[in-house]
Each structure stands twice: as structure tokens, then as C-alpha cells.
């Protein structure tokens, strides 16, 4: 009786969709006590996160995945690329002249923007200024990635990484221990000024407090890398994002007493921050230090509902770091 045995088999696979398998990805990085350690200086490649097939820098929520996916599988280098895009081939029939896969191997899941032609009021496609239909994102998709360390040994790989790696720059070292970021310190200096944030040194505790919407940290010599302090300035001025005229974000809203959402904002500016940290070319050597008492809450959070939460902390660390960063721009355009 074919017809039974095929539900049979139906019922015993429960299908798991990719959203929760990218979820399984976030949640073991936690459990098994994994970092956000990436040192800039030490890196073999350029320290970006790169698309090898196609040279492009990945950003925003892929950063995260992809700092998570490199952590777990120990892997040296941090260039990736899909299997049929590093394989060469134009058509699946193709032989291609790429790398090819190691038998085997598990993908690392990352998100991937699904991409609209932009119409107007009438139907019709709207174009940009070069005759070319505007695309708007409508969402993302998870898709699998491969780490280059996973792709058979060849020539071209080795091309590939060489291209890739640069020498580190005499005093590199000491680079990385001292505290002053001129970039990052233009950002947060733009952002206080732009929202009218209250500001000062002192003391032994970084925080936001919304009542008062101010950010206390203590002083720089407190801190002994680039990363522990403007690290942790990001996170700080990130929660700031989160009231009701900014992002208006639910978790920095709700009452202190409310453990899983102070939590969750928590994981919110943290991923930020990380992202922040990266565009920026700061090594994250000391991240997530001071989370680890949440940790457990986030394992919690993300168990909760595996099919859309982490999309949508990604989505709202991704608009927390975008309004921090533009707040600047604003002003630059005055
Ligand atoms: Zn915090």
C-alpha cells in the first residue's frame, strides 16, 4: 500500500524550515560558550568578511552569522561563497573551472535580501537614473555559505587565499592597544550631538539611562583595547536608539522589571555593536565580555520561537546601527 507508507515517512521527517536551522546555528554559538573574538591584526586575510566569488565585503546581519559560523568551525580564513558560485560553472551541465567542495561538509547558514522591481502607483517599474528598474528589498531568505577552508586544496584556492592575505603592518600590536578610534569617535560625537544625548566619563559602569537619556562611561583609561571601549560605547549609545522619538524599540520601552526584554534589547545592541565594530576594522578581541550574564536568557529567547525571532533582532540591530550612523549624515547635509 504505497499511499500509506508515503504518509508514513512524511510524519516521521518533520520537516525543519531554514529560518530554524539558522536559529540551531545562533543558539549552539551560545551554548557552547562561543566569542565574538575576531582580531583585526592577527587575521591572515585582510580581516573583511568577503564573498570570494564575487569580492564583495559581506555586512549588516551576515556579520554576525558569519563571525558565529567561523567560531564554530574553527575555520582560518574569513572568505566565503556558495557552492555552485565558487564551483565556476555558468550552467549546472557546466564543468567549471572553480573549486570544488570536500565531501561532506555542512554549509553555514547567512540571510539572503530578496529583491523586488520597485513599481509606481500605475504598475509601471520605477528606474533609477541610469535607465535601470530600482530594486527594493522585501525580505530575506536563508542561504548556505561554504568557508574556503572547506573547498579541496587546489592552485586556485591558494591563489585565492594569497589574494587575499595581507601582511600585518609593523606595529600592529600596539595599534590595537591603544584606546583612540578617530572614525568611531566621529560617529558617536555626531550622534550625541545630532539626538541631544547627555554625556560623561567617570565611574566604574557603563550605561544608558533612558529617564534621563544619558550615557555614562567610565574613563578611558579604564579600558586596555580599541574594542573594550568603543565597544562598548556602540552598545551603550545603541540602546539609546531604542525610545519611542528614535527607533521606538519595545524592548529598551518596557519596565525594567521585565527580565526577557531587557535581555533582549540586550542581545539587539550587542549584535550591533559587533557590526558597528567590524565596519569600523575593530578588532572584537573583547566582546561580549559583560553579556555573558545573559546569555542564558538569549539561548531562552531564541528557543522561543525559532521560525522569526532571530530575523527580527537582526532586523532591529541592523535599524538601531543604520540610525546611529545616519544620525551624523543628517547633520553633514545641513
Ligand atoms: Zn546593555
Known amino acids: 500500500m504505497p499511499t500509506k507508507t508515503r504518509t508514513k515517512t512524511k510524519e516521521t521527517h518533520t520537516k525543519i524550515s531554514s529560518e530554524e536551522l539558522l536559529c540551531d546555528q545562533v543558539i549552539s554559538f551560545f551554548e557552547k560558550g562561543y566569542q565574538f573574538k575576531k582580531d583585526w591584526k592577527k587575521t591572515s586575510t585582510s580581516g573583511d568578511i568577503i564573498n570570494f566569488s564575487t569580492g564583495k565585503d559581506y555586512t549588516n546581519s551576515n556579520v554576525i552569522l558569519l563571525l558565529m559560523a567561523q567560531a564554530i568551525g574553527n575555520y582560518k580564513h574569513s572568505l566565503?561563497?556558495?557552492v555552485f558560485q565558487a564551483s565556476g560553472?555558468?550552467?549546472?551541465?557546466?564543468?567549471g573551472n572553480g573549486l570544488q567542495i570536500r565531501?561532506?561538509?555542512r554549509g553555514s547558514r547567512i540571510m539572503m535580501p530578496i529583491f523586488i522591481k520597485k513599481k509606481d502607483k500605475n504598475g509601471n517599474y520605477v528606474l533609477d537614473q541610469n535607465g535601470k528598474p530600482v530594486l527594493i528589498c522585501t525580505g530575506f531568505r536563508?542561504?548556505?555559505?561554504?568557508?574556503?577552508?572547506?573547498?579541496?586544496d587546489c592552485d586556485k584556492k591558494e591563489s585565492i587565499i594569497k589574494s587575499y592575505t595581507v601582511a600585518s603592518a609593523p606595529g600592529a600590536e600596539a595599534e590595537a592597544k591603544k584606546i583612540e578610534h578617530k572614525e568611531s569617535q566621529k560617529i558617536i560625537d555626531k550622534y550625541l550631538e545630532v539626538?541631544?544625548?547627555?554625556?560623561?566619563?567617570?565611574?566604574?559602569?557603563?550605561?544608558?539611562?533612558?529617564?534621563?537619556?544619558?550615557?555614562?562611561?567610565?574613563?578611558?583609561?579604564?579600558f586596555n583595547s580599541t574594542c573594550g571601549y568603543y565597544g562598548t560605547l556602540y552598545h551603550e549609545a545603541l540602546h539609546s536608539s531604542g525610545t519611542k522619538e528614535r527607533c521606538n524599540r519595545p524592548s529598551l520601552l518596557a519596565p525594567n522589571s521585565n527580565r526577557k526584554m531587557y535581555a533582549l534589547d540586550e542581545i539587539i545592541v550587542e549584535f550591533g555593536s559587533v557590526i558597528l565594530c567590524q565596519s569600523q576594522?575593530?578588532?572584537?578581541?573583547?566582546?561580549?565580555?559583560?553579556?555573558?550574564?545573559?546569555?542564558?536568557?538569549?539561548?531562552e529567547i531564541l528557543k522561543e520561537n525559532k521560525k522569526t525571532i532571530l530575523q527580527e533582532i537582526l532586523s532591529q540591530s541592523v535599524e538601531a546601527v543604520n540610525y546611529l550612523k545616519n544620525a551624523g549624515e543628517k547633520k553633514d547635509e545641513k
Do not use: R
Not at 560553472?89 to 564543468?95: E, I, P, V
Not at 566604574?204 to 537619556?213: L, Q
Open 103 to 105: 565531501k561532506g561538509e
Open 80 to 82: 566565503w561563497s556558495g
Open 142 to 152: 536563508p542561504t548556505c555559505v561554504f568557508n574556503i577552508d572547506q573547498f579541496l
Open 281 to 299: 576594522k575593530i578588532s572584537t578581541i573583547d566582546k561580549l565580555q559583560n553579556s555573558s550574564a545573559y546569555i542564558e536568557h538569549w539561548i
Open 195 to 222: 539626538e541631544k544625548i547627555s554625556f560623561a566619563h567617570g565611574g566604574n559602569s557603563a550605561y544608558y539611562s533612558p529617564t534621563t537619556d544619558h550615557i555614562q562611561m567610565p574613563p578611558k583609561e579604564a
Open 89 to 95: 560553472k555558468k550552467t549546472k551541465k557546466d564543468k
